[in-house]
Structure formats: C-alpha cells, structure tokens
C-alpha cells in the first residue's frame, strides 16, 4: 500500500471531539509538500545550483512529515532522493524529484478518494 500503520495511529486520534482531524493533519501535510516540491524544483532549475546541503534540509523535512502521517511510499523516494543530493549526482537528483512528484500526486489523487 501506499500508507503504513502510522496513517492508522492517526485515525485512532480521531474522535467525535476532533471529527475531522485525520483530514486537516492531510491538508496541512498537502501544503507544505507543494512548498517543499517548489522549493526542491528551484534549487535544481537554477543553472549554478550547488547547495545540496539545502536540498538535504528539505528532503529531510519532507521525509519526516510523510513518515508522520505514514506516506511510506514517498519516504522511500526521499531516501533516493537523499542518497543522489549527498554524492552531488545533479541527474539522480532530477530523476528522484520526478519519481517524487508522481507519487505525491499519486498518494492525493488516492487520499482525495478516502476523504470523499
């Protein structure tokens, strides 16, 4: 699946008190990802890019907010991701970025569905 058992810890935290909270944890997760997908495009289109050391900061954010609400998938590709920017492979790094945003918008695309 594209989720693992910590989406699950996250559903159990929902109740009639906090009846949408699983969603609002989604959306928030959604926006900074869209900032962080931007951010992580930027670095790597601009022509004199060298600071793979930012480009780790922001992977290993993305990493840490997909592990939290269990986006397993995406973690793995931030390992990738993390592996290619920390030996300065620019390629590997543009392929990893393109695997990520399939998969991001894979994982919405599925939990737009769960949410509907």
């Known amino acids: 699946g594209i989720l693992d058992e910590q989406f699950l810890q996250l559903q159990q935290l929902q109740d009639e008190t906090s009846p949408n909270f699983v969603s609002e944890v989604v959306n928030i997760y959604f926006h900074e990802s869209e900032k962080l997908l931007r951010n992580l495009r930027s670095l790597l289109t601009d022509r004199e890019f060298s600071d793979y050391n930012k480009m780790g900061i922001h992977l290993n954010q993305f990493m840490g907010s997909s592990s939290s609400i269990g986006a397993k998938r995406i973690r793995n590709v931030c ?19 393109e695997v990520l945003e399939h998969e991001y918008c894979f994982l919405k695309n599925k939990l737009h569905e769960l949410f509907q």
Do not use: E, T
């Open 79 to 97: 390992l990738a991701f993390r592996a290619a920017s920390d030996q300065n492979n620019r390629a590997g790094c543009l392929s990893a970025l």
